[in-house]
T-cell receptor
Framework: DTGVSQNPRHKITKRGQNVTFRCDPI?????LYWYRQTLGQGPEFLTYFQNEAQLEKSRLLSDRFSAERPKGSFSTLEIQRTEQGDSAMYLC????????????FGPGTRLTVL | TQLLEQSPQFLSIQEGENLTVYCNSS?????LQWYRQEPGEGPVLLVT???GGEVKKLKRLTFQFGDARKDSSLHITAAQTGDTGLYLC????????????WGAGTKLIIKP
């Protein structure tokens, strides 16, 4: 399977704990995006990378959230001191810089904060 | 603020019926994408439309991009239970720095 993969698929944690999610994009894609989605809503943009550079970060994104893409391949999203409001589906997508920027999504990581 | 409004928000119909879902904006988009998402999964790309007035067909699904590239529609003919899902539209424009602007989705349920 050469699509976007995400791990873990599900994460349950207690409030105040830190969590980290991983995304492996389609191998030749140089852009990688993180989104958050809550029930009944479209994806909400969090941040994106072009190769290893983080080019944009949503102003709505708390300082507790950080993302890295150290070698321009896989990416990690860390949430520190999780809160119940962080419970959501976290989606990763990748695209080519050219080609109309069509984004291909992974299956997501479902986070539940108790 | 750029917005993409989808309508209806929710639609439940019988198998075999036809339906149309709309995606509207006051902004011009260079391209617009339609995705389908099933519960617990990520969105799956159905189509990208880029030219005003463009019509694309994917089996029983027909996608149209408005002449002014501000709106789009998805028409499903003879709906099947497998069409059930959340249909999302997302637009790309220079004003959004080429970040996708997402609609809130149309939840479609096809009853047998």
């Amino acid at each position: 399977d050469t699509g976007v993969s995400q791990n873990p698929r599900h994460k349950i944690t207690k409030r105040g704990q830190n969590v980290t999610f991983r995304c492996d994009p389609i191998s030749e894609h140089n852009r990688l995006y993180w989104y958050r989605q809550t029930l009944g809503q479209g994806p909400e943009f969090l941040t994106y990378f072009q190769n290893e550079a983080q080019l944009e970060k949503s102003r709505l994104l708390s300082d507790r959230f950080s993302a890295e893409r150290p070698k321009g391949s896989f990416s990690t999203l860390e949430i520190q001191r999780t809160e119940q409001g962080d419970s959501a589906m976290y989606l990763c997508a990748s695209s080519l810089l050219a080609g109309g920027n069509t984004q291909y999504f992974g299956p997501g990581t479902r986070l539940t904060v108790l | 603020t750029q917005l993409l409004e989808q309508s209806p928000q929710f639609l439940s119909i019988q198998e075999g019926e036809n339906l149309t879902v709309y995606c509207n904006s006051s902004s011009v988009f260079s391209s617009l994408q339609w995705y389908r998402q099933e519960p617990g999964e990520g969105p799956v790309l159905l189509v990208t439309v880029v030219t005003g007035g463009e019509v694309k067909k994917l089996k029983r699904l027909t996608f149209q991009f408005g002449d002014a590239r501000k709106d789009s529609s998805l028409h499903i003919t003879a709906a099947q239970t497998g069409d059930t899902g959340l249909y999302l539209c997302a637009g790309l424009s220079r004003d959004s720095n080429y970040q996708l602007i997402w609609g809130a989705g149309t939840k479609l349920i096809i009853k047998p």
